[in-house]
């Protein structure tokens, strides 16, 4: 689908100098002279490269035609992640370096969503929360000043992450798959 250069928006995916790209930022610049354009800073999906291009409103560019399946995680390999299709139960396989450090995140049947352009995989989104426990943390020292109130903890699935001083071993949490972030404890 053609779109102009001033509809390219965050997170869009476009076919752009025969590579698939993702867009990071975009300014809509308006010079004192000249017309205006979209400045845009993408990365490419393919070759882990960054490109900064104009675009004026005149031009126009492919945006990405991306699918959807929902997937339930079965299991991993020492290369790969194992998803099934709950509806037609087609197996999946998706290379480490594809879903990165989220995959830790992964566990038995959870639910994700598999984005495909032409047939393959792309990106795998987690739900936007999931529940984890806690292995290790810090004891919380007392008359801490609250500019430093968070602490570091090690997840079971092995994450680093920063918890309010109140969350000891054991713990049940819920993690912002997004961020990385501590949201609240059950």
Known sequence: MKISGNEIRVGMLIEHKNDL???LK???VKPGKGGAFA???MKSVNKNTKLNERFRSSDTVEKATIEEFKFNFLYADDNEY????????????IKKN???EKGKMLSENLEVIINFYNDNPLTVQLPNQITCKI???????????????????????????QVPPFIESEDTIIVDTRTLEYVKKI
């Open 135 to 161: 292995k290790s943390t810090d004891v919380a020292l007392k008359k801490q000043t609250v500019s430093s109130s968070y602490k570091p903890a090690i997840l079971e699935n092995g994450l680093n992450i």
């Open 26 to 28: 975009t300014q809509h």
């Open 98 to 100: 594809i879903v990165g």
């Open 39 to 41: 400045q845009v800073e």
């Open 82 to 93: 194992y998803f099934m299709n709950p509806k037609s139960f087609e197996q999946i396989s």
């Open 21 to 23: 790209w993702e867009v």
